[in-house]
């Protein structure tokens, strides 16, 4: 094998595979015969996988925006809810399911309230978020959090 030959191969080594761990478990890019921190060349957020409660604030976003809602008092009325935290209502109430209200969900979608819904739905996040955004639209004061902050007309 020639000289070159090994250079050659070296190069589309590094051509292609631009992207390597260094010591810290960062991401860096090769260049030459030193490195540049991603964060440098790619934003931090596209760098990083999002958490969960991002991911979920980004699909409500999506649905605000299909369903035309205010996305600022949708997404802070779930996160007062619930804190984007798939859980039963923390309102304590006799004779309630674990002595709590029968509220479910991101979207703290209260059952007795609306008998169609299970509670498989209501615990389903991307559902229960595309549901709420829904009804967001056409009435906020379901939301005790959207009376509390002042959202209950925010769509009218």
Same mark, same amino acid.
């Given at each position: 094998?020639? #000289?070159?030959?090994?250079? +050659? /191969?070296?190069?589309?080594?590094?051509l292609?595979s631009? @992207?390597?761990t260094? *010591?810290e478990g960062?991401? +860096?890019? #090769?260049?030459?015969?030193?490195?540049v921190?991603?964060?440098?060349?790619?934003?931090?957020?596209?760098a %990083? &996988? @999002?958490s969960?409660?991002?991911v979920?604030?980004?699909? =409500?976003? *999506?649905? $605000?925006?299909?369903?035309?809602?205010?996305?600022?008092?949708? /997404?802070?009325?779930?996160?007062?809810?619930s !804190?984007?935290?798939?859980?039963q209502?923390?309102?304590?109430?006799? !004779? !309630?399911?674990?002595?709590? %209200?029968?509220s #479910?969900?991101? =979207?703290? /979608?209260?059952?007795? &309230?609306?008998?169609?819904?299970?509670? $498989?739905? *209501?615990?389903?996040?991307? #559902? &229960?978020?595309?549901? *709420?955004a829904?009804?967001?639209? /056409?009435?906020?004061r379901?939301?005790?959090? =959207?009376?509390?902050?002042?959202? =209950?007309? +925010?769509?009218?």
């Open positions: 094998m020639k #000289w070159y030959q090994n250079y +050659v /191969i070296l190069m589309l080594f590094f292609f631009p @992207l390597i260094n *010591a960062n991401y +860096v890019y #090769w260049v030459s015969y030193f490195t921190p991603i964060e440098k060349v790619v934003p931090k957020i596209q %990083e &996988s @999002l969960p409660k991002e979920l604030i980004n699909f =409500a976003d *999506a649905m $605000a925006n299909k369903y035309k809602v205010n996305k600022k008092p949708f /997404i802070t009325t779930l996160d007062c809810e !804190g984007f935290k798939n859980i209502s923390r309102v304590l109430k006799k !004779g !309630g399911p674990n002595e709590r %209200e029968d #479910w969900g991101i =979207a703290q /979608i209260n059952l007795p &309230s609306h008998p169609s819904i299970t509670r $498989a739905q *209501a615990l389903d996040p991307y #559902w &229960s978020i595309e549901w *709420a829904q009804k967001f639209k /056409i009435n906020p379901i939301w005790t959090c =959207a009376r509390r902050l002042g959202y =209950a007309t +925010v769509n009218e």
